[in-house]
């Protein structure tokens, strides 16, 4: 897909398909002033297109007639076509605890086998670090009148077929229990081309993965489970290659992250061992097998790497992700990386120690199992604000009417709840008519739904006493399975320097709301840092350059993996982080 560089910003960003130039520099931490939330009215998101030529204008009354042909357009009203470099106009903030979806990483400082291929600086989080030049796993040699594929450290093999002129492409996939996201890339170039997504269609066997293991511990559930996630990918990969102009027989690389279970029913691999102490993993990684194991309608010699796995419920997808933020392995760094999805993988870094988990979670932040809950969508409840007083403002993705309610939504909506007095500490909502000291505009929007109370968020979307709990249950066992590996480590939560949170709706959260609902330690809501699908971007990362393939086999070696299921504290930890903290204002 097309890249913007950013003047005086100084730094470059991957668009998605259909995405405008506002939303792409949203995602790398440039908030654009749009009082008109990008619908195209205010015309304050201006900015200035270096070269203007065949770009097309945005008409506005703010923007003149000579201002137009000197290439001032509407960030909110242009979805790249090509390659662009924009000059900011307008005031714009610089949210410094989002990491940008891209090829840089302002947190690793420890370069070791990458110096000898480190470019010219860049600059992003007001930090500098080199960029790892493009040396793909592949490469093809048609000189000698017959193609050759080179791949990584095995033999050389005649690329047959192998049509003039082709490219050789790659695929990095993250493989999710709830979503398929893959991305194709020229390997020449190491530009990425299109990203495709889609719900995993195993989800109607079961939103977690004991359910998927259930499934597939018989030899027909596990071939209906293969069949059905290989058929979801494929058909991502052909709309990549539609979406790119790209021919799937081009594709000779594929990198693949997921957590162990999805990894080894793609690969139709029992994971019947994956589901009883002691948790064999059947799938080797760190290394590579032939498209035939995955089942992939791609060029039939090319290889499928799948990044180092730690156990059974510690994945590649959480490896590939430590890429975006490699200062997990500085041994002087006091740093935790959480995935918050339905697994809730995590691993902690302190004093040369790194530890690793995992804790079912569920899919409650992903808008499943919540009856008003949907994917981050047009018409999905993103935001909620409120000044914990009397203020209650509801926004939805695309400014249009409410539908239901995604990850980042939940998490405001509970934060909200918490400090208005809606839900106490317990989780407990106010029933309709006792509602004492509420603000009368917070008040009426408590409810009635089959005989127990209900919040009106907007609209025919509700929040219901099942959703809280859900999100209790949900935020509960992430926390306590933090406080485990703190305990572990002997570190105090307000001791870490930094915290790394991944997973697909990450750009939308606002920490100190994660910290106002208990799912992070008091006092740590200042030193988070939201970074997105750090699986894709891992994986994405491993296909341009080979090296980071050796960087997390090499690293990984040191990670001990802890198993919070046998350790006596953690029901006590679990029980304990149910309840919500009590509000500052009430304090």
């Not at 398909?17 to 908030?31: C, F, H, Q, S």
């Not at 804790?359 to 981050?376: D, N």
């Not at 008040?443 to 099942?466: C, H, L, M, W």
Request: some cysteine; overall charge negative.
């Amino acid at each position: 897909m097309p890249e913007i560089r950013v003047i005086p910003e100084d730094i470059a960003v991957n668009t998605r398909k259909g995405e405008t130039v506002r939303d792409a520099l949203y995602r790398a931490g440039i908030e654009l002033d749009t009082p008109c939330n990008g619908q195209g009215i205010c015309g304050k998101c201006k900015i200035r297109m270096v070269e203007p030529d065949n770009v097309p204008e945005t008409p506005h009354r703010e923007i003149t007639e000579e201002q137009a042909k000197e290439g001032v357009r509407l960030a909110c009203r242009m979805v790249p076509k090509t390659d662009m470099t924009i000059r900011l106009l307008s005031e714009f903030h610089r949210d410094e605890h989002r990491i940008l979806e891209g090829d840089r990483d302002s947190s690793f400082s420890e370069w070791g086998a990458f110096e000898a291929t480190s470019g010219p600086a860049r600059r992003h989080l007001a930090e500098s670090e080199p960029r790892v030049r493009n040396v793909p796993a592949v490469a093809v040699d048609c000189s000698g009148g017959s193609c050759i594929m080179h791949y990584d450290k095995e033999e050389p093999v005649k690329l047959d077929p192998w049509q003039a002129g082709a490219k050789p492409m790659g695929l990095a996939i993250d493989l999710g229990t709830t979503s398929l996201v893959v991305s194709l890339l020229d390997l020449s170039s190491g530009r990425e081309l299109a990203t495709t997504s889609s719900l995993n269609p195993q989800i109607r066997f079961g939103h977690d993965v004991v359910r998927r293991i259930q499934k597939g511990s018989t030899p027909e559930g596990l071939a209906e489970l293969s069949e059905c996630v290989r058929d979801g990918l494929n058909r991502l990969i052909d709309q990549a290659c539609d979406d790119s102009g790209a021919d799937p027989q081009e594709v000779l690389d594929v990198v693949i992250g997921g957590n162990t279970t999805m990894l080894q029913l793609a690969a139709a691999i029992d994971p019947e061992p994956l589901g009883r102490v002691p948790f064999d993993v059947g799938l080797e990684s760190g290394r590579s097998y032939p498209v035939s194991r995955f089942g992939l309608n791609i060029h039939p010699l090319a290889r499928v790497y799948v990044p180092p796995i730690i156990h059974a419920y510690v994945g590649a997808d959480i490896t590939a992700g430590l890429l975006v933020s490699r200062r997990f392995f500085n041994p002087d760094g006091k740093m935790l990386f959480v995935d918050v999805g339905t697994n809730g993988e995590m691993g902690l870094s302190a004093s040369d120690h790194y530890l690793m988990t995992s804790t079912a979670a569920g899919p409650a932040f992903e808008g499943m199992g919540i009856s008003c809950g949907m994917r981050a969508r047009i018409g999905a409840v993103e935001a909620v604000i409120t000044d914990g007083i009397s203020t209650f403002e509801v926004h939805t993705i695309g400014n249009a009417p409410a539908e239901g309610i995604c990850g980042s939504g939940i998490i405001d909506l509970i934060a909200a709840m918490v400090r208005l007095g809606v839900i106490d500490t317990t989780g407990r909502m106010r029933q309709p008519g006792k509602t004492e000291g509420l603000p009368p505009s917070v008040a009426e929007r408590i409810e009635e739904i089959n005989d127990k109370p209900a919040f009106r968020v907007s609209g025919k979307v509700y929040f219901t006493q099942e959703d809280v709990r859900q999100v209790q249950l949900a935020k509960s066992a992430i926390r306590a399975a933090i406080e485990i590996l703190l305990h572990e480590a002997e570190l105090e939560g307000s001791r870490l320097e930094r915290i790394v949170l991944a997973g697909g709706f990450g750009y939308s959260l606002r920490a100190e709301n994660l910290e106002t609902i208990g799912l992070l330690p008091p006092h740590t809501a200042e030193k988070v840092y939201f970074a997105g699908n750090t699986s894709r971007i891992g994986c994405v990362r491993m296909l341009r350059n080979v090296a980071y393939r050796r960087f997390l086999e090499e690293k990984t070696g040191a990670v001990k993996h802890v198993s919070i299921e046998t350790r006596p504290d953690f029901m006590e930890q679990y029980v304990a982080a149910m309840e919500f903290p009590e509000p500052e204002s009430n304090q």
